[in-house]
């Protein structure tokens, strides 16, 4: 099967730059992606990493290292919408399976 | 947005009756996956399809089975509703080609 570790909670500052880790087990791996989910809605696609490296898109970007089953969501400087739920997510064959989720509150 | 509607949005059924979520896409794509969603345990995946008529269980798959005749739905079946199974309930559809998978609005369904 497949397990996806990611910090439940995490605060900052508007602003500021958060790091949101995800390390994952799994076999057949393809890639690592990422979602955003507000209250109440739907998630919706952040990113994806097929290679090792850093793929920027704005304000975020996400990385990954497959030697180390390790990545992350880098979030610059925060803005108040920022405030959500970030899921990482390993996609091996016909499957995507998501990590229990990691809870960004920006303050002000 | 991608084409993808779930129904019913909410319900509300007793514990012991069967329940039938729909899950209709006018993508035509291939993948399609119903997940459970709780506090504290993400998105968990119940079932998914590469194919119609190609199934296959996710990590929560008991006490759920799924049906894909054609490609545009996937329709997830309680077969006899229990309290645990109260959650929202998403759907998501996936091309080959494209690594992002859409979701829908979610249905809240109840068990009582």
């Known amino acids: 099967g497949q397990s996806l570790e990611q910090p439940s909670e995490v605060t900052a500052v508007e602003g500021a730059i958060v790091q949101i880790n995800c390390t994952y087990q799994t076999s057949g791996f393809y890639g690592l992606s990422w979602y955003q989910q507000h209250d109440g809605g739907a998630p919706t696609f952040l990113s994806y990493?097929?290679?090792?490296g850093l793929e920027e898109t704005g304000r975020f970007s996400s990385f990954l290292s497959r030697s180390d089953s390790y990545g992350y969501l880098l979030l610059q400087e925060l803005q108040m919408k920022d405030s959500a739920s970030y899921f990482c997510?390993?996609?091996?064959?016909?499957?995507?399976?998501f990590g229990a989720g990691t809870t960004v509150t920006v303050r002000a | 947005d991608a084409g993808i509607t779930q129904s019913p949005r909410h319900k509300v059924t007793e514990t012991g009756t069967p329940v039938t979520l729909r899950c209709h896409q006018t993508e035509n794509h291939r993948y399609m996956y119903w997940y459970r969603q709780d506090p504290g345990h993400g998105l968990r995946l119940i079932h998914y399809s590469y194919g119609v008529k190609d199934t296959d269980k996710g990590e929560v798959s008991d006490g759920y089975s799924v049906s894909r005749s054609k490609t545009e739905d996937f329709l997830l079946t309680l077969e006899s509703a229990t309290s645990s199974q109260t959650s929202v309930y998403f759907c998501?559809?996936?091309?080959?080609?494209?690594?992002?998978?859409?979701f829908g609005q979610g249905t809240r369904l109840t068990v009582v």
């Open positions: 998501a559809i996936r091309t080959d080609e494209n690594t992002e998978a859409f």
């Open positions: 990493n097929a290679l090792d």
């Open positions: 997510a390993v996609q091996n064959d016909y499957k995507l399976s």
